[in-house]
Nanobody
Framework: VQLVESGGGMVQPGGSLRLSCAAS????????MTWVRQAPGKEPEWVSS????????YYTDSVKGRFTISRDNAKSMLYLQMNSLKPEDTALYYC???????????????????WGQGTQVTVSS
């Protein structure tokens, strides 16, 4: 199983980034997926999840209206479009397999074993 994130970088407040996650080693099209972030000195924070078919998405309140999660099952790719970025969005961003049933009560970071290696997003002027 491998999850490889890319697309991070440094951007000014108000800017945009698109994160990508290439998945392999498991049946991506049958797996719900999640984005998790972790800022220095803080606990991991669940950001967003998408169900296996791509038709249902959830977001943490702080990113609603600014971030969009999506997936391409034909390419085994997961994406996170981030607009109107704020300094508080600065963190390492990880894609992860959502290992529980896809319910609002299961929107939380999965164990680290199910994460990729992360990509850094820095929002600063």
């Amino acid at each position: 199983v491998q999850l490889v994130e890319s697309g991070g970088g440094m951007v000014q407040p108000g800017g945009s980034l698109r994160l990508s996650c290439a998945a392999s080693g498991f049946t991506f099209s049958m797996t719900h997926m999640t984005w998790v972030r972790q800022a220095p000195g803080k606990e991991p924070e669940w950001v967003s999840s998408v169900n296996s078919g791509g038709g249902t998405t959830y977001y943490t309140d702080s990113v609603k209206g600014r971030f969009t999660i999506s997936r391409d099952n034909a390419k085994s790719m997961l994406y996170l479009q981030m607009n109107s970025l704020k300094p508080e969005d600065t963190a390492l961003y990880y894609c992860a397999r959502h290992i529980w049933p896809f319910l609002t009560t299961t929107m939380r970071p999965p164990p680290r074993d199910y994460w990729g290696q992360g990509t850094q997003v820095t929002v600063s002027s």
